[in-house]
């Protein structure tokens, strides 16, 4: 090992830049790995470290559309410190006339925040008949400190603008900027009535040593139909918390692509690079080395290398915590928490290693059987297949990269899905690349001399054709589906809404005002069309004898277990709605509760037609058999609901309505002060603002998008290169022999252009196919958004691969044409 130690380092001194290749792939792999794992770890250790802080304190419980009760209120109080806070949201307005906004409201307690404090950027915290306002809705109203604001039927005084609120994050999205008044403040509105939409909030500060989650398990059982749900530290902002989780998964899943793709380059790269040490490798042979001590040589120098790029890698990743955070921070929902993470860098290493020694052990292989008559003679080296021991070690390493990617997901079935995806796709493209040697060597030789060399060039002996077409392929088919993801994320931010969507829905609708509220509307608008349903909350408690609070996790897709839903009642079928199973009940049906259940929620809980569901309403747990399975159209954005009860005993829980209000655009102004004015507790809700917010949040995962889809697009030129590198021998002796009998320059590259161009036109269906078919999954089952991609950027993107691949192909070939015809054979 010390021969070949030296032996290596010397080579590598000496001619060690035929491995920057290999040095720059695993850079590129690696880095994206470890940066996204690292931002990802980053962020999730910031939601850990402020849980408390957002939360509230150790421990929250939530009950909708009503507050504790004084036996609930002493079993809180029993357990520590309490603070009450309850939030909704409501229109307020300048108190000398303006447009009406939409806020969220939170009314707070003396003892609120009992972690962390309220910040003002100006003025003092609220009390009484005041109000402190977000920062956004001063700038939107004009309001200054001491002006006056009105929400229902009272007039506040502006107190101060917010500068922070320590638990804003830990209670999930805001469709407003918020405003925050005491509770005297609160019920002084009269915007609080029976039936309206408004959460209850009670946190509570706990003894040292208490068990959080024991004390939240016993309260919800003591209090079994009251519709409680607690909530400790580490569940606090789970929303973001998944969120970002998914996110940094699907970014992970194209940075596995890169390393893939990245490996292809390796592959290449070290092909190359051990070509152009044949005579080398027989001269060590010639002077008594043996195969050992040549294999041992190159791998020494292969690891070193690959350390170094590595390195290089987790270096970079290492800092895009700090990167992102110091030029985007005020972009991210919650800052990084700025440290080295171990877990994802050492899963980035280990990865790439890997990859690097799956992709360089055939030519290491193929380099250790190198004969010393090669000195002799300068035959082209024989194609081989792989020893039973090469195989073997590669498969043992492809088996540990794909548990190793598997293992450390966080959704691993997806990871182990996405890998399979790959190695089929590797496969089938391995597969094209023989198919096509093989019909080009059938084929009649073309008359066009240009067109017949090109060919040649892709079938002959030692031709890099499967190599090119396995990643270009890879490439391509990568570059399209980051395209239609990217134009399917930039419809869904920049779209409007459909033409059929309401302008406004109306919540907090009293159904003594429904008539009252017809009035304003058409006052405002005299063509507006007025869309109603009753509404109240309610969480579903048991999927039959099954308690929720019993399962340790939530089945996949069980979105509607999380929490309490907004459901509703009805006769017949609701508008924008389809049975897909079962049948709806009577009109004039008054017997046992029945219940109507969207199709594709039923089938994320395995609940079928006439098994049963208990929901909690209003401190009641009604228990209703599943009647219909209902397909609902989402597009229209109109009144649509997941549970809907039969009507008759659900009728009898105080309520509200719901109301949609379509409206010509130019009308939205008119009716938001219409309404304001005759009914100061109704809450409008633009449509246009609510895809407004949801669209800013596709942009910034579109721009995450588009960074991981750089990273993938550099891997895939560092590949060509390589591909190029790789068959730098025969290109000039072709060279040399067209030159001797007269070829131009412009025809030696043209020949070149020609052999890309033709594997480029190949792939592009088998891109489109493939990378449109991963973008629509991505797309619509992990986004859960509409398939809305641009065709004409996607051929433009491939346009530009085409070009690129052309472009990189002939460009790499330019110095075969500075080669002299004695140096050339000299050097054969």
């Not at 390195?311 to 991210?332: E, N, S």
């Not at 010393?372 to 024989?382: F, V």
């Not at 939530?554 to 979105?559: I, K, T, V």
Request: charged share 15%.
């Amino acid at each position: 090992m010390s021969l070949a130690w030296r032996l290596a380092l010397r080579d590598l001194r000496r001619g060690g830049r035929g491995l920057l290749l290999l040095a720059l792939c695993l850079f590129l792999g690696t880095a994206a790995l470890a940066g996204i794992g690292s931002l990802s770890a980053s962020m999730i250790a910031a939601l850990d470290a402020q849980g408390r802080r957002m939360l509230g304190g150790d421990l929250e419980m939530r009950v909708s559309q009503r507050r504790a009760t004084v036996e609930e209120t002493a079993a809180f109080a029993a357990t520590g410190r309490v603070s009450e806070t309850v939030t909704m949201r409501a229109m307020a307005e300048p108190a000398g006339g303006g447009t009406p906004a939409l806020i969220d409201l939170k009314g707070v307690d003396a003892r609120w925040p009992l972690v962390g404090a309220l910040t003002m950027a100006r003025g003092a915290r609220p009390r009484g008949a005041q109000v402190a306002v977000a920062p956004a809705l001063a700038d939107r109203l004009g309001l200054r400190v001491g002006d006056a604001l009105r929400v229902g039927s009272a007039r506040l005084t502006v107190s101060g603008v917010i500068a922070d609120e320590p638990d804003a994050l830990g209670e999930g999205f805001s469709l407003g900027p918020r405003a925050i008044v005491d509770l005297a403040g609160l019920d002084a509105t009269g915007i609080v009535q029976p039936g309206s939409l408004y959460a209850a909030r009670y946190r509570i500060a706990l003894p040292g040593g208490s068990d959080a989650a024991a004390i939240g398990e016993r309260l919800e059982r003591r209090f079994p139909s009251a519709g409680w749900s607690a909530r400790t530290t580490d569940r606090a902002a789970g929303g973001l918390r998944r969120g970002i989780a998914q996110l940094g998964q699907f970014l992970l899943l194209v940075g596995l692509a890169a390393l893939a793709i990245a490996g292809v380059g390796v592959g290449s790269g070290v092909a190359g690079y051990l070509a152009g040490k044949t005579r080398i490798i027989a001269t060590l042979k010639v002077l008594g080395a043996r195969s050992t001590t040549i294999a041992a040589m190159f791998l020494a120098q292969l690891g070193l290398v690959a350390a170094a790029g590595i390195a290089a890698g987790l270096a970079l990743g290492v800092a895009v915590p700090w990167l992102v955070a110091g030029v985007a921070g005020g972009a991210l929902p919650v800052m990084p928490r700025l440290a080295i993470y171990p877990v994802p860098l050492a899963t980035a290493a280990a990865l790439g290693l890997l990859v690097a020694l799956l992709f360089a052990l055939p030519a290491l292989a193929r380099a250790r059987a190198i004969p010393a008559a090669t000195l002799l003679r300068d035959a082209l080296a024989e194609r081989r297949v792989p020893t039973w021991r090469v195989a073997a070690a590669m498969l043992a390493l492809l088996a540990a990269l794909v548990a190793l990617a598997v293992l450390t997901a966080a959704d691993r079935l997806l990871a182990l899905g996405f890998v399979g995806a790959v190695a089929v796709l590797v496969l089938l493209l391995w597969l094209i690349g023989l198919g096509i040697r093989r019909a080009l060597a059938a084929l009649p030789r073309p008359r066009r001399p240009l067109l017949r060399l090109a060919l040649a060039n892709l079938h002959r002996p030692g031709a890099q054709t499967d190599r090119l077409v396995v990643a270009l392929g890879l490439g391509f088919s990568l570059f399209v589906a980051l395209a239609a993801i990217d134009t399917s994320l930039g419809a869904a931010m920049t779209g409007t809404a459909p033409a059929k969507a309401p302008r406004f829905f109306a919540i907090d609708l009293q159904p003594d005002d429904a008539a009252a509220f017809r009035r304003a509307v058409a006052a405002a608008a005299p063509a507006a069309r007025i869309e109603t349903t009753p509404s109240l909350r309610g969480s579903i408690v048991a999927l039959g004898n099954r308690r929720v609070a019993d399962m340790k996790t939530l089945p996949e897709g069980a979105w509607v277990l999380r929490g309490d839903r907004t459901i509703t009642w009805a006769a017949t079928v609701p508008p924008r709605n389809e049975i897909v199973a079962g049948r709806w009940w009577p009109r004039d049906y008054r017997g046992p509760p029945l219940v109507s259940i969207e199709d594709r929620a039923a089938q994320a809980l395995g609940l079928k037609i006439g098994d049963e569901i208990t929901v909690a309403v209003l401190g009641v747990d009604v228990r209703a058999r599943i009647a219909a399975l209902r397909r609902i159209d989402w597009s229209g954005l109109g009144l649509n609901f997941a549970i809907v009860f039969s009507p008759g005993l659900i009728e009898e829980a105080p309520h509200a309505l719901l109301a949609g209000v379509y409206a010509p655009p130019a009308s939205d102004g008119a009716v938001s002060r219409a309404v304001a004015t005759a009914l100061p507790s109704v809450t409008m809700i633009r449509v246009g603002d609510v895809i407004g917010q949801i669209g800013e949040l596709l942009g910034k995962v579109a721009l995450a998008v588009r960074v991981a889809a750089a990273v993938t697009v550099a891997a895939g030129i560092a590949v060509l290169v390589g591909a190029v590198a790789a068959s730098a021998r025969e290109r000039r002796a072709d060279a040399v022999i067209l030159k001797l009998v007269g070829a131009r320059r412009a025809q030696v590259l043209g020949v070149q252009a020609i052999e890309y161009a033709l594997l480029a036109a190949v792939l592009t269906g088998v891109a489109l196919a493939v990378g449109a078919g991963a973008a629509w999954y991505v797309v619509t089952r992990v986004f859960a958004l509409p398939w809305a991609p641009d065709w004409a950027t996607i051929a433009a993107t491939i346009a530009a691969s085409v070009a690129v691949t052309i472009a990189v192909g002939v460009l790499g070939n330019i110095g075969t044409l500075r080669v002299r015809p004695a140096e050339a054979l000299r050097a054969g």
